[in-house]
């Protein structure tokens, strides 16, 4: 059986953390509930500081006590890369890896390269977690992913990126919308439709604040929203257009749910989507086979929607 290697104070400070008080974390451990709070207390006390607000809705980790629910997870992590290790020694894929998605891969690239990864290592279990780009690289950086398929990485000497591709800034519509006819389109056209918008925590409405605010001057018909999927949906129903890339509407580009236009305006700036892992923690060999394995799966499931992109009726869009 895998190996339990965290702290039994950070274990207690994680469970009461989760489920809001000492009594059901003591119900949920089977550890009597004196025990936990001792240990807590005395946390508290080495720390020099509160790690819970005690209040009527229950306990709340304060700042501090983020920290230690954090650490309680890094350990988990290091314990289950340790086990990992132990049964490849024997000769075994076995273990449990970690991956941080985007929101918009979710009904698109993520069931297909899970699929395909229980097919070929059945003794894989693997843990996805939807981020915003920025949670994505945090998380790495924190240890508490093994890796991510993010967008719009930022250099870092702390990461690797394993893989990277650029992804033209493009308007969705759907195919039955007088954008879906244009082979490209500027964003001063963009701007007579409806427009969906991604709100300040993804890159794409920072960088179009940041160059082209007009667009967000008296758009009364205009939606904002931090769900890449919501975005895609609006799209989809006809009436709205979004300003975003292949990749988040690739599953929708592939059924033909959504027609992908490139931005014709020379400044527009391109995204990017990255395979990153952190670059000086040591991963186990089964982490360095699935992440080798997501490099090759995610060119070619893009190559599939530049592809089907392609073919499109009136030729070649790029």
């Not at 005395?42 to 980790?61: I, K, P, V, W």
């Not at 230690?68 to 890094?74: H, K, L, P, S």
């Not at 990153?276 to 991963?283: G, K, Y």
Request: with cysteine.
């Amino acid at each position: 059986m895998p190996l339990h290697l965290v702290p039994r104070s950070l274990l207690y400070i994680e469970c009461v953390a989760q489920l809001g008080s000492i009594q059901s974390a003591s119900r949920h451990l089977g550890i009597a509930a004196s025990a936990i709070y001792r240990q807590i207390k005395t946390m508290e006390e080495s720390a020099g500081t509160a790690l819970f607000e005690r209040n009527s809705s229950g306990m709340q980790t304060t700042a501090a006590g983020k920290l230690f629910v954090r650490q309680a997870e890094q350990w988990r992590n290091d314990s289950t890369r340790l086990w990992s290790g132990i049964q490849e020694l024997q000769g075994l894929d076995f273990g449990h890896i970690k991956l941080g998605a985007m929101d918009s891969m979710v009904n698109g690239f993520i069931p297909e390269f899970l699929t395909s990864l229980a097919a070929d290592f059945p003794h894989v279990q693997t843990e996805v977690e939807v981020f915003s780009p920025d949670q994505a690289v945090e998380s790495v950086l924190a240890g508490t992913c093994d890796f991510a398929l993010a967008f719009n990485v930022r250099p870092n000497s702390e990461l690797n990126v394993h893989w990277s591709a650029e992804l033209p800034l493009g308007c969705v519509a759907a195919p039955g919308h007088p954008v879906a006819q244009m082979k490209s389109i500027s964003l001063s056209d963009c701007a007579r439709y409806p427009i969906v918008f991604q709100n300040r925590s993804l890159a794409v409405r920072r960088y179009l604040e940041k160059h082209h605010n007009w667009l967000f001057q008296d758009e009364p018909q205009t939606i904002i929203t931090n769900s890449l999927q919501l975005l895609k949906q609006m799209a989809v129903a006809g009436k709205h257009v979004a300003l975003t890339s292949e990749f988040d509407t690739a599953s929708e580009i592939l059924c033909g749910s959504i027609m992908f236009v490139p931005v014709s305006d020379k400044d527009a700036m391109p995204q990017s989507v990255s395979v990153i892992s952190h670059a000086r923690r040591q991963v186990a060999n089964i982490a360095k086979k699935i992440s080798a394995r997501l490099c090759i799966d995610v060119e070619k499931y893009l190559g599939r929607v530049r592809e089907r992109e392609a073919n499109l009726p009136g030729g070649l869009r790029r």
